[in-house]
């Protein structure tokens, strides 16, 4: 399977604990996104890495949430100190960008369900 | 997101056309998209358009793009039980910097015998 991978699919943790996603994105991508996604709604953009610099975050990714993509291949997401309304779908997507490449088509995980009770 | 509008639900008999609407307000956006989602499933991609053409068709599906009045609309021909799922409607563009994607609310595409 050469898709979008993430790790876990699901999550089930405590108010207060810290959690850790992994995304795998298409090999060669060299751009990688996360987005959130709550219930009955579209997916919103949290943070952009094009190789192992993380450009872009929005404002939704407070201090508790951290990403890396130390090599320029796969990404965590970390959240500290997880809050009730941290409970979403957390989706990973990657894209080739460059000169010839035409749209930046982003390609997207199965994401990791985050419940946190 | 606010910038992007999508009717929440459509029910269609199998074997009709489907047809879901989507609003933008980014008039700089580049490239639009359409994206499926099937229960507890990430999004896959089905198709996209350039904000130069008005149409695009691929297979049973056909976009078609008013940009004047920053209308999108995606077209599945011959709807089967299998298309039933929630398709997002996507655009980039400097409201959101050329590499987010803007998503609307999704419609619930129901599909029956």
């Known amino acids: 399977d050469t898709g979008v991978s993430q790790d876990p699919r699901h999550k089930i943790t405590k108010r207060g604990q810290n959690v850790t996603f992994r995304c795998d994105p298409i090999?060669?991508?060299?751009?990688l996104y996360w987005y959130r996604q709550t219930l009955g709604q579209g997916p919103e953009f949290l943070t952009y890495?094009?190789?192992?610099?993380?450009?872009?975050k929005s404002r939704l990714l407070s201090d508790r949430f951290s990403a890396e993509r130390p090599k320029g291949s796969f990404s965590t997401l970390e959240i500290q100190r997880t809050e009730q309304g941290d409970s979403a779908m957390y989706l990973c997507?990657?894209?080739?960008?460059?000169?010839?490449?035409?749209?930046?088509?982003?390609?997207f995980g199965p994401g990791t369900r985050l419940t946190v009770l | 997101g606010e910038d992007v509008e999508q009717s929440l639900f459509l029910s269609v008999r199998e074997g009709d056309s489907s047809v879901i609407n989507c609003t933008y307000t980014?008039?700089?956006?580049?490239?639009l998209y359409w994206y499926k989602q099937e229960p507890g499933a990430g999004l896959q991609l089905l198709t996209y358009?350039?904000?130069?053409?008005d149409m695009k068709q691929d297979q049973r599906l056909t976009v078609l793009l008013n940009k004047k009045d920053k209308h999108l609309s995606l077209r599945i021909a011959d709807t089967q039980t299998g298309d039933s799922a929630i398709y997002f409607c996507?655009?980039?563009?400097?409201?959101?910097?050329?590499?987010?994607?803007?998503f609307g609310a999704g419609t619930r595409l129901a599909v029956h015998p």
């Open positions: 890495f094009q190789n192992e610099a993380q450009l872009e």
């Open positions: 090999s060669e991508h060299n751009r």
């Open positions: 996507a655009h980039d563009g400097l409201s959101g910097g050329y590499n987010k994607l803007i």
């Open positions: 997507a990657s894209s080739l960008a460059g000169p010839g490449t035409g749209t930046d088509t982003q390609y």
């Open positions: 358009i350039f904000s130069n053409m």
């Open positions: 980014d008039s700089s956006s580049t490239y």
